[in-house]
C-alpha cells in the first residue's frame, strides 16, 4: 500500500504547487482590487466592466476568498480539504453578491 493512501494526497506535487501559485494569483488580484477600491474585468459577451469604491472592495475580497480556497489541495485529509473548500467558496460567493444585496 502506498504512504499517500493513507493521508489522501493523490496530487501531484506540482499539481498541488500549480493550485498554490494560482491561489496566491488570485489573493494578489483581490487585495488589489480591496485596497485600490478598483477593479477592471470582462464579461463573458468581452464587454468591459469596471467597479469602483464599495462593489471593488467585496469583488477583491471574493477574489481573496477564492484562492484561500485552493489552499484545500493542500490539506491530509478529504474531508478537511472538502470543508475548507465548500466554505470559502461559499463565503466567497456571498462577497460577490453582497454588492447587489444592498
Known amino acids: 500500500m502506498h504512504p499517500e493512501a493513507h493521508t489522501g494526497r493523490s496530487l501531484s506535487r506540482p499539481a498541488r504547487w500549480t493550485a498554490l501559485l494560482f491561489g496566491l494569483g488570485l489573493m494578489v488580484l483581490g487585495a488589489l482590487a480591496a485596497i485600490t477600491g ?12 469596471l467597479l469602483l469604491d464599495g462593489d471593488a472592495v467585496f469583488t477583491g475580497l471574493g477574489l481573496m476568498a477564492f484562492g484561500v480556497a ?13 470543508a475548507w473548500m465548500g466554505v470559502w467558496m461559499v463565503l466567497g460567493v456571498l462577497l ?5 444585496w444592498r
Do not use: E, N
Open 96 to 100: 460577490m453578491l453582497a454588492p447587489a
Open 70 to 82: 485552493l489552499l484545500a489541495f493542500w490539506a491530509r485529509r478529504p474531508a478537511v480539504a472538502g
Open 38 to 49: 478598483r477593479y477592471a474585468g470582462r464579461t463573458r459577451t468581452g464587454q468591459a466592466v
